[in-house]
């Protein structure tokens, strides 16, 4: 079972920026598939972004063209850089991959937006 571990998290204002980073225990090179979801206070989990093995990216719409979902197979950690950042992207943000059919969670890093 892999184990991620979120870090980056922390209060930024709007319009600011802020860069996660999802460690993975062992090698990602054979990780198909890795991503973020972040949820909201009240609000049910929604998801954020993917990269694939090969570097193919997807992105939410309400994302799109400000954040950036990286890895680096050489240090078995995914990225998600965070550009002008808003209030509505306040949330606890969680890595996940998926292996084998295998799906696994890292425990959450929260991201606050405000003045």
């Known amino acids: 079972q892999v184990q991620l571990v979120e870090s980056g998290g922390g209060l930024v204002q709007p319009g600011g920026s802020l860069g996660l980073s999802c460690a993975a225990s062992?090698?990602?090179?054979?990780?198909?598939?890795m991503g973020w979801y972040r949820q909201a206070p009240g609000n049910e989990r929604e998801w954020v972004a993917t990269?694939?093995?090969?570097?193919?990216?997807n992105y939410s719409d309400s994302v799109l063209g400000r954040f950036t979902v990286s890895r680096d197979n050489t240090k078995n950690t995914m990225y998600l850089q965070m550009n002008n950042l808003k209030p509505d992207d306040t949330a606890v943000y969680y890595c996940?991959?998926?292996?084998?059919?295998?799906?696994?969670w890292g425990q959450g890093t929260q991201v606050t937006v405000s003045s």
């Open positions: 996940y991959s998926i292996k084998n059919f295998d799906v696994n």
């Open positions: 990269i694939t093995s090969r570097g193919t990216t």
């Open positions: 062992e090698s990602i090179i054979n990780i198909g598939v």
